[in-house]
């Protein structure tokens, strides 16, 4: 590939060897990157990242329980055609107009190569990625109230993220470059925070960061606290002119971190030494 760049993060997104080689891979090969790891690893920040890095413009697909391959294609919105038909205020006998560009259309129609980031894939049904991939393996596709045929001006960069809720059929596997993003160790994450704070003191950054793995590495959590989460802790603390934190039962802003009930009870448990704290 001529105009082939290669990906090294950029200044607001920090990444490592592994991650740049995989994001590298799925350009050279030009196949969809499968990204998986646990919430808050920047699995979505990623597309944005490549995206700012590469220049190309981001499109997003945020998938649901509901969403089908073919939204992602084009939907022909007959709700609005009857709505204009019976005020008689629009013409209504082109369909065109009614014709609505899925993202994976816009990437499709695209005059300029974009990144398409397929945001949570495995919320969809187990028949989805299939039928996905069938289209963008074809790179092209039949619009039957048209009856014309959208091809593909340029092969978009797709990025697919996965929380790992279920399995992924095997043939979609084979088809993708996969990546699992691991959580950022404590060096790494002191770098992450120094992006989003660069003038945090070093010894508010110290304490915070190991107590960040502290709690995530206490039992029982059903939700460990992620990354955005520590980041957004640490600005409430700067904000609160706080100091000095410890893991202990007087932990500041312990909301910013813990987001279940379930969580803060385990939270306290394991500091009371098993026995629930009663006020």
């Known amino acids: 590939m001529s105009d082939f760049r290669r990906f090294r993060g950029t200044d607001t997104y920090l990444t490592s060897e592994s991650l740049e080689a995989a994001v590298n891979c799925a350009l050279v090969l030009e196949r969809p990157l499968l990204v998986r790891g646990e919430p808050g690893t920047g699995k979505t920040l990623l597309a944005e990242a490549v995206s700012e890095a590469l220049g190309r413009e981001l499109i997003r697909w945020n998938v649901k329980s509901t969403t089908r391959a073919q939204d992602g294609l084009y939907v022909y919105d007959t709700v609005q055609r009857l709505y204009d038909s019976r005020f008689q205020d629009k013409d209504v006998s082109d369909i065109r107009h009614y014709i ?125 606290p992620s990354t955005s989460e520590l980041v957004d802790w640490i600005a409430v603390l700067q904000k609160a002119g706080v100091g000095d934190v410890r893991l202990d039962k007087n932990l500041p802003f312990l909301g910013a971190l813990l987001k279940k009930e379930q969580d803060l009870v385990a939270f306290a448990d394991q500091l009371a030494g098993g026995r629930r704290w009663r006020s």
């Not at 960069?157 to 084979?174: G, M």
């Not at 088809?175 to 994450?189: G, S």
């Not at 925070?193 to 029982?220: C, G, N, W």
């Open 100 to 224: 609505k560009l899925g993202p994976v259309g816009k990437a499709f129609a695209a005059d300029e190569r974009v990144v398409l980031l397929i945001d949570e894939i495995d919320k969809a049904d187990v028949e989805f990625p299939n039928d996905l991939l069938n289209e963008l393996d074809r790179m092209r596709f039949w619009i039957d109230e048209l009856q014309e045929e959208v091809s593909a001006k340029h092969r978009p960069i797709v990025i697919i993220t996965s929380n790992a809720e279920k399995e992924l059929p095997d043939a979609f596997l084979r088809r993708c470059v996969f990546h699992f993003i691991d959580f950022p160790t404590p060096e790494l994450m002191d770098r992450i925070v120094r992006v989003h704070h660069p003038d945090l003191e070093e010894r508010l950054a110290e304490q915070a960061i190991q107590t960040f793995y502290e709690l995530r590495s206490m039992k029982r959590l059903r939700k460990r």
